[in-house]
């Protein structure tokens, strides 16, 4: 299973979002910190779902990183556009 796949697996478990996007952008970092050949190192996510209402953005970013656990040390970059 590719990382994206484990990164939406792991929100869409999470969270039962409405929208979730979760792009591999590495890349477009090639030559840069954390690049690895392959890719699988850098990502953006765009999620919405209803449990990051009234949460500080702090809050909602803290939500994403737990649920991704032990993934979040294996990837150099992650971009989160989260909302309720």
């Known amino acids: 299973m590719s990382m994206t796949d484990k990164i939406r697996d792991r929100l869409e478990t999470a969270f039962s979002p409405t929208e979730l996007e979760v792009v591999d952008d ?3 970092h090639r030559g840069h910190a954390g690049y690895q050949e392959g890719g699988e ?5 765009r999620i919405r779902a209803a449990e990051f209402a009234g949460r500080s953005r702090v809050a909602r970013h803290r939500a994403v990183h737990a649920a991704l656990g032990d ?4 990837i ?3 971009a989160l556009d989260i909302d309720s």
């Open 71 to 74: 993934i979040v040390p294996r």
């Open 26 to 28: 590495s890349e477009s």
């Open 41 to 45: 190192s850098h990502f953006n996510v």
């Open 76 to 78: 150099h970059a992650l």
